[in-house]
C-alpha cells in the first residue's frame, strides 16, 4: 500500500494490507545488477552448454543446475528472429489501453545465447523489419541497475 488515498474502501469487506518481499534469484539479481554497468548476462549449462538470458538456475533444456561460476557476459548484438506491431498496452490497472503509435516488440537471439528476450525495437519501421536483421542493445541515458536500464535494441 502506497498511501491511505490509494484504498477503496467497501462496506462490510474488511480491508487487509499485505505486504511481501520476494527474491528474484541471486543470478537474475546480478543480472539487474549489472545492466547498471551496460552488460548482458547469460548462463551457460556447465552440462549440455545451452546458453540462457537472463540467467536461470536450471537449465530449460537438460534441468541441470547453474551456478554463479556459470554466468557469462554477452556482447549486446544480436538478431532479430520475430516481431509483433502492438498497438495496445496494458494500463496498470488490468485494461487495455490504446497507443498513440504503434510499438514494435521483438524477439531477439543475442550472439552467442540459444534461448530469445521479447524487447522493444526502435529506430527502424515495420516495413523494413525481417528475420535475421542485426540489432543492437540501446541503454538509458543514466542506468540504475534496474530492468529499464536495457531500454530497446535498434537496427544494427
Not at 546458453?51 to 556482447?75: F, H, Q, W, Y
Not at 534461448?115 to 525495437?121: D, E, Q
Request: charged residues 30%.
Amino acid at each position: 500500500m502506497t498511501k491511505q488515498s490509494d484504498v477503496l474502501k467497501v462496506d462490510g469487506i474488511p480491508i487487509i494490507s499485505a505486504n511481501f518481499n520476494w527474491s528474484v534469484g541471486f543470478l537474475m539479481e546480478k543480472f539487474i545488477k549489472a545492466l547498471e554497468k551496460k552488460k548482458i548476462l547469460a548462463s551457460k549449462c556447465p552440462k549440455c552448454g545451452y546458453v540462457t538470458v537472463p540467467p536461470r538456475n536450471r537449465c530449460p533444456k537438460c534441468s541441470a543446475k547453474m551456478e554463479d561460476g556459470d554466468v557469462i557476459e554477452l556482447s549486446g548484438k544480436g538478431k532479430l528472429t520475430s516481431y509483433t506491431v502492438a498497438h495496445v498496452q496494458l494500463d496498470g490497472k488490468g485494461n487495455w489501453a490504446d497507443l498513440k503509435e504503434p510499438k514494435l516488440v521483438g524477439a531477439i537471439k543475442l550472439d552467442g545465447a540459444d534461448s530469445t528476450i521479447f524487447m522493444p525495437i526502435e529506430g527502424v519501421d515495420a516495413k523494413d523489419l525481417k528475420e535475421g536483421l542485426a540489432v543492437s542493445a540501446q541503454w538509458a541515458d543514466k542506468p540504475k541497475g534496474q530492468i529499464s536500464d536495457l531500454k530497446c535494441f535498434k537496427a544494427a
